[in-house]
């Protein structure tokens, strides 16, 4: 079982519609999660972080840890054309090590 | 702010020469860099750790003498990729950390080996 798993897609959603990106993990020791976007031939970006369990809010982002599913979510809401991107979960627990999943291809048709 | 480059952005070099690219933290004081290669359609893979002034950790499997990291200062590391071979080929991407655990990411460095 790989430390981080997380559904590749593609993913294809209309404009406005509300997306749910996920990721499971295997790893007790992970205390940090994090979201990043990366659109094409560019590096990621941090859209969220988030410590421990709960839930964490941030514009049209909410992102959701649960700890005792080993479950984290990115919910984005109203979603744009711009939105389109590849988004990556990432994690750490007792080093600076970040483990990343594969990313899920977001596509927000007009 | 916490601004993160590279350079160049892209490269093209013929098999067997040296290539280095430069990351650089512009409005913080990296205390680790970290160099990731990442393949098409693939996640970013860890390739070393550098503190500044010491010597990179590398991931298992990455060869030391062929990638070489320099991490001159608190906003400066280098990445020399040494006698590079077509398979060398790929997407490198260096990020720079304050406190160990928020890691913001350059844009990248696409290396094409001819």
């Known amino acids: 079982q790989k430390e981080v798993e997380q559904d590749p897609g593609p993913l294809s959603v209309p404009e406005g519609a509300i997306v749910s990106l996920n990721c499971t993990y295997s790893n007790s020791a992970f205390q940090y999660f994090m979201w990043y976007r990366q659109y094409s031939r560019k590096g990621p970006e941090l859209l969220m972080y988030t410590y421990s369990s709960g839930n964490k809010e941030d514009g049209r982002f909410t992102a959701q840890v649960d700890k005792s599913s080993k479950y984290i979510s990115l919910f984005i809401r109203d979603s744009q054309p711009s939105d389109s991107a590849t988004y990556l979960c990432?994690?750490?627990?007792?080093?600076?090590?970040?483990?990343f999943g594969k990313g899920t291809k977001l596509t927000v048709n007009p | 702010g916490a601004v993160v480059s590279q350079h160049p952005s892209r490269v093209i070099c013929k098999s067997g020469t040296s290539v280095k690219i430069e990351c650089r933290s512009l409005d913080f004081q990296a205390t680790t860099m970290f160099w990731y290669r990442q393949f098409p359609k693939q996640s970013l893979m860890l390739m070393a750790t550098?503190?500044?002034?010491?010597?990179?950790?590398?991931e298992q499997g990455v060869e030391k003498d062929k990638f070489l990291i320099n991490h001159a200062s608190l906003t400066l590391s280098t990445l020399t990729v040494t006698s590079a071979h077509p398979e060398d080929s790929s997407f490198y991407i260096c990020?720079?950390?304050?406190?160990?655990?928020?890691?913001?990411f350059g844009p990248g460095t696409r290396l094409t080996v001819t």
């Open positions: 990432a994690m750490q627990g007792g080093s600076e090590k970040l483990v």
């Open positions: 550098s503190n500044e002034g010491s010597k990179a950790t590398y």
């Open positions: 990020s720079a950390s304050v406190s160990g655990y928020e890691q913001y």
